[in-house]
């Protein structure tokens, strides 16, 4: 299941986690966000060794600025607290099953 994340959650939740964790940066107005939304939380739901988060980049706008956030919806993998790799616009399933297990 995907969690909404906010800047305080942030470090304990994705840097300090000795979990990989995809965070996907959206928002409640971009078309794109909301193709995405669905199926990240499908895929999540076959990961359990990955966590998954979302983080509104209305509402945590410093934390977006922080990653370089400039276009949506963008997925950020983390791995032992660093950034594994980037991904930028709507994935397919298996685009995002790939994109997951890199982790892993």
């Given at each position: 299941?995907?969690?909404?994340?906010?800047?305080?959650?942030?470090?304990?939740?994705?840097?300090?986690?000795?979990?990989?964790?995809?965070?996907?940066?959206?928002?409640?107005?971009?078309g794109p966000c909301r193709m995405l939304s669905p199926l990240v939380d499908s895929v999540s739901?076959?990961?359990?060794?990955?966590?998954?988060?979302?983080?509104?980049?209305?509402?945590?706008?410093?934390?977006?600025?922080?990653?370089?956030?400039?276009?949506?919806?963008?997925?950020?993998?983390?791995?032992?607290?660093?950034v594994l790799d980037e991904s930028v616009g709507v994935l397919s399933e298996a685009q995002l099953?790939?994109?997951?297990?890199?982790?892993?």
């Amino acid at each position: 299941m995907t969690k909404e994340i906010t800047t305080q959650e942030f470090n304990e939740k994705v840097i300090n986690s000795s979990k990989p964790a995809l965070v996907d940066f959206w928002a409640s107005w971009c078309g794109p966000c909301r193709m995405l939304s669905p199926l990240v939380d499908s895929v999540s739901e076959q990961y359990s060794e990955v966590d998954f988060y979302k983080v509104n980049v209305d509402e945590e706008s410093e934390l977006a600025r922080e990653y370089g956030i400039m276009s949506i919806p963008s997925l950020i993998l983390f791995k032992d607290g660093e950034v594994l790799d980037e991904s930028v616009g709507v994935l397919s399933e298996a685009q995002l099953k790939a994109f997951v297990e890199q982790a892993i």
